[in-house]
């Protein structure tokens, strides 16, 4: 049997906070809301193409940690360092990859990599 990662979710406090930060500070795009009458959870998508959900829940921060890929990590870096919650700086890595990390509003960490 072959598997593939398809979808990851984070749980939030507040979503409309949540939706207006991750739209806000990382450009992401809300492509659906669930239930249509009072949502709970938001479906993005980011330029790249890739999809990620938040989901508002008792239970946050969500554990562990998210890395998104991108094509210019220090441009990121600059846009991003001054206005939000940084856990660690730009640095290289020993395995060849530059990387910074931040928190979202309820605490989730989202790591952003350049290969």
Known sequence: MKTKLAHVRAN???LDEAIDWYKST???KV????PPEKPNYAHFEADNGATFAIMEHENYPSLGRLNFNTNNVEQLWIELKD???VIEELFSTPYGTRKFTITDLDGNELGFVQD
């Open 83 to 85: 206005n939000v919650n």
């Open 12 to 14: 939030v406090k507040d």
């Open 31 to 34: 492509v659906a809301t669930w």
């Open 26 to 28: 990382l450009g992401f």
